[in-house]
Structures are given as structure tokens and as C-alpha cells.
DNA sequence: AAACGTAATTATGAATTCATAATTCAGTCA
DNA sequence: TGACTGAATTATGAATTCATAATTACGTTT
């Protein structure tokens, strides 16, 4: 028997929480904005209840905020997120790179590999789209790597959070190209399969990012 | 003006939340158990619908299972769940002491150090759950003196997870002795304000803490 | 005009209702 | 007796309704 198409998704509020949290995240819903609660149910054609609900879990995961009798606002990015979020990150990153090391076969190094290439190229070719893209598929690879759902799952909400920041827009050209430095030497510790020395430089790409992001930020709001 | 008393929460669905959390990992749920949806509703006077909410969240914090069209279960505490949380726990407890010993001022490890006289005097004495209640006091503070709420709301809920594995009652005396030294030494490392010691350490701990766990069970399992 | 007060409107939290999926239970047949 | 079938019951997900809090709109007063 051929694989059946996968099942939609049995629930709608599951379903709602993936889709408010991506227009969260790609900034549809702006920060500080009201959630526009009639809106939304309308256009997704769902009822309150269920949009509610999944209202409920993106506030848990720190995406909105309700307000008693007031409704939810999108969540602001303050700085303070961004200090305090990036250093747990860097760990977690740190955790990760370690047992990659250890779980990752060569076929998903290999693969990782690949990724990387082409995230080298689109750095070359300065397609920021794309490099983008690639690298976020390869810390998620490694991510994956570990082997720890757990992991994994603070992981993707906290990345989630700090991508609102959108710092790829005004990415620095040495920045850039510290980064492709970085992921370097990442991809060698991991070919020598250097479980510290992988879960050091990803914890230090990580702080680098944020110190980048700081310095954008201060500079932008001079 | 005097204190004027706190205002109770304004909203079902967050204190449901706490309350269900806390059934849950007091282990007055028991694991694999449905959730009795009914029986909730009417103990706690409420209707189905903020219940149903608080659910969602304790759902994605990894209390319970939810199962299109068959409601709740408590989430079982796997062998795997701990593999995957204690090395997280551990890494954000590392953060943790590290900043704490940048942050804390003199007060907050004098209280620090104040709750350690219990804790061991709670070990002296043999008292199990005074011993408990100084040791999370213990850890709370010093993640509290990272000064990072997401660090620390990262950290509670994973606490609180592993804590349902209740690992208190068939502490080993080998462990305990050795859990009482190894916090002897991060109060030294605190009070030095050494914080790559303490994070360490504190790292080290919770491995250990992890180690024993894992013993206890394999001993259980025979 | 600007500031205030009040009525009308809207939005929100929670209860209730409703359609349907899952489960239970009785009856049938081997 | 024990496995199967199908109706009755119950539980669940979601829509709807309801009471009330918040907001807006509109006069009134200075």
C-alpha cells in the first residue's frame, strides 16, 4: 500500500497556535498590536473557543500578553528579552553541539555539510535570503542532532522569540563574515566529531550574534 | 496608605493552570490517569471552558497528553524524559550560578547562605522534607540572582517536570552526603564570588543529582 | 474649544449548547 | 460461554450565548 496523505491536523486550536505564532514571528502581528480577535476567527473561519485557546498557549510562550478583560497584545521585543534569551540559547547550543557529537551519524554530517556549502555560497553571492534559510536549517540540523526533545523544544520556542528582532536586515558585513568564519570552525570540530570544542564555538557564534544584535539595535536607535 | 491586599487573579484559566500543575506534579494526578474533566469542573466551580484552556497550556508544557476527541491524560515520566531534561537543567543551573554570582548582592547570598544552615541542619536531622523544602529554596535564589525571567521560567517548568519523578523518597545516603558537599563547595565558590566555579559545580550537581536518579530507578526496576 | 460625565456600543471571559466521536452495554449468534 | 453487532450513553471539540467590563460616542459645562 502507498503512504496515505498524512492527516490534517484532528484539532483546530493545535492548529491555530502553529499559524498565530508564524504571524507573530514574521511580524504580520506587530508588537504591541491588539490581537484582533473577530478578524482572525473570520478569517479563519474558526469560532472563538478554539482561537482563544491557542491564544492562551502563545501567551505561555511569551508571544502575547493578556490582559484581564482587555484582550492580548503581541508581545514587544524589549531588550531585556534579548539579554536575557540569547545567553540561555548560547547553551542550549552548547548542549547541542556536544551531543551531536555524539548521536550525529556521517550521513547526517554529511548532510550538514551540504548545508553548509550552500550557505558559504549564498554568502558569497550576498543572497541574504538564502543564506538565511540555510542557516537556520543547519542549527536546526545540529539541534536535531542531539537527540533530546526536550532540548529541541525550548530550543525552537526561544529562537522563535529573538527571530522577531528581524536581524538580518541589517546585518554588518563583518558580522557576515565572522558568522561564515564561525560556522567553519564549527563544521571542522564536527567532521572531528570535538563534542567541546563544537558545544564552545556554537555557544560563542551564539553570543556573537547577540552582541551583534546589540550593537544594530544601539545604532539604530541613536 | 497601607498595603492594599493583593488582587486575586483575574482570570479562571491562569490560576486553573497553577492549580492543575500543581495536582499534576504533586502527583495527585497520577501519570497515565485521564484528566477527569467533570470532576475538575465541579470541585473547582467552574465550567468546561477555562479548564479546557488551562489544559492547552499544561499540554505544552509537557503535563499532559492531549488526544483529538479522547481529552486529556497526565503525561508519563519516561526514562527519556529525564535523560532529556537533567543535561538541559543542568546547563541553565550553570548559567544560572554564574550570573548569580555577578548579580547577587551581599543580602541575597547572606539569605543564601542562611537557608544552607538550614538545609544542613534539615540533613543532621534527617528530615527528608525540611531537607527538600531548603534545597529548592536553595536553587530558586540562585536562579532568581541570574536576574533573567526567561532563564528562569525556562527553569521552573523543567524543575517542576522532573520533580514528578519524586526522587526524594528513596534518596540514597551516599547521594545525599555527597549532595550536602557538593553544595558546601558552591557556597564557598558563591561567597568568592567565583562564577565560572559555581556554574560548574552547579552543573556538576544537578549531573549528579541526574546519576542517582537513574540509579534509583534501575534499582527499582529489578 | 477642552474637560468632564454619562449613555450606547463593543469586546471579553466564562457558561451553555450543540454536533459528533468514542465508549458502554445489551442482545445475538456461533 | 464468548466473540460480535448495533443501539444507547457519555465525552469531547467547537459554536453559541450571556453577563459584565472596557471603550467609544455624544452632550453638557466651563
Redesign the pocket.
Known amino acids: 500500500m502507498n503512504q496515505i496523505e498524512t492527516i490534517k491536523r484532528p484539532?483546530?486550536?493545535e492548529e491555530l497556535v502553529d499559524r498565530l505564532r508564524n504571524l507573530v514571528v514574521e511580524d504580520q502581528l506587530k508588537p504591541g498590536e491588539?490581537v484582533p480577535?473577530?478578524e482572525l476567527c473570520e478569517s479563519f473561519g474558526?469560532?472563538?473557543?478554539?482561537l482563544?485557546e491557542a491564544l492562551k498557549v502563545l501567551a505561555s510562550e511569551g508571544f502575547v500578553v493578556?490582559q484581564?478583560?482587555?484582550?492580548a497584545r503581541v508581545a514587544e521585543v524589549t531588550r531585556k528579552e534579548l539579554e536575557n534569551a540569547f545567553p540561555v540559547i548560547a547553551r542550549l547550543e552548547q548542549l547541542a553541539g556536544e551531543m551531536a557529537c555524539e548521536f550525529l551519524d556521517d550521513a547526517g554530517i554529511a548532510a550538514i555539510q551540504t548545508r553548509h556549502d550552500e550557505m558559504v555560497a549564498a554568502y558569497k553571492a550576498r543572497d541574504r535570503q538564502a543564506y538565511f534559510l540555510a542557516n537556520q536549517d543547519i542549527h536546526q540540523a545540529l539541534i536535531r542532532g542531539a537527540d533530546n526533545e526536550i532540548l529541541e523544544a525550548h530550543h525552537r520556542l526561544l529562537a522563535a522569540r529573538v527571530r522577531r528582532a528581524r536581524f538580518m536586515a541589517n546585518l554588518s558585513d563583518e558580522r557576515w563574515a565572522q558568522a561564515i568564519e564561525e560556522h567553519e570552525g564549527m563544521m571542522e570540530r564536527l567532521h572531528a566529531r570535538d563534542a567541546e570544542g563544537l558545544g564552545n564555538l556554537m555557544k560563542q557564534h551564539m553570543m556573537g550574534k547577540y552582541a551583534a544584535h546589540i550593537k544594530a539595535m544601539d545604532a539604530e536607535a541613536d
Do not use: D
Open positions: 484539532t483546530l486550536h491588539k480577535e473577530k474558526v469560532s472563538r473557543t478554539p482563544r493578556l484581564a478583560n482587555r484582550g
